[in-house]
């Protein structure tokens, strides 16, 4: 049953994926991160950093009404480009997440909770195709210029859906744990 919009879903999940330690591959909990700095939402949002987890996701997916995964994805796109995808695209492999361990997670967790009678009714993916997912490179200039433009995708798509989520007055600080010291590559991109 796909909640479409309009509906309200009772329970909805917004899921950062990937690797920090991995350049752009951690664009899924930068964006949960810095969405859950400056977005609020009602109590019916789980927003939560996964990193890599694998058949570990399924929980979380768990007979969710909405689920969003923001995540690298590899798409035949310039670095930087924002990618959005429903999980019919995900399924047909239209749509493919970075070469990762996660990947599996997901497509794998998805069919073991469509088997059960447990998956999530919609499931969307907030991509951006990532230039260097290297040890130790931290983000490129491209995926930190989309990921302003992706968090604001993930706010209007819970909007759509009838989930009250807004704004804050005043944007919490972010911890971005993984950045260097000097977190001035990311308050550049702000």
Not at 15 to 34: Q, R, S, T, Y
Not at 72 to 78: P, T
Not at 174 to 179: K, M, V
Request: charged residues 25%.
């Amino acid at each position: 049953m796909n909640t479409g919009a309009g509906a309200r879903p009772s329970r909805a999940c917004v899921v950062g994926i990937g690797n920090v330690l991995l350049g752009d591959d951690g664009f899924g909990p930068l964006a949960v991160e810095m969405f859950r700095c400056k977005y609020e939402c009602s109590s019916n949002v789980e927003i939560l950093d996964l990193g890599t987890p694998g058949l570990d996701l399924a929980p979380y997916l768990y007979a969710a009404d909405l689920v969003i995964i923001a995540d690298a994805v590899h798409a035949q796109e310039k670095p930087g480009t924002l990618c959005i995808y429903c999980e019919d695209e995900l399924v047909a492999r239209r749509a493919q997440l970075r070469l990762t361990a996660h990947d599996p997670g997901v497509r794998e967790s998805l069919a073991l909770l469509r088997l059960a009678g447990h998956a999530p009714s919609e499931l969307i993916i907030i991509g951006v195709v990532p230039e260097s997912c290297d040890l130790g490179k931290g983000f490129s200039p491209s995926v930190l210029s989309t990921s302003s433009l992706a968090i604001d995708n993930i706010a209007r798509l819970l909007v759509e859906r009838g989930i009250d989520c807004r704004r804050r007055d005043a944007p919490r600080q972010p911890n971005l744990w993984w950045l260097s010291g000097d977190r001035s590559e990311f308050v550049a991109s702000r």
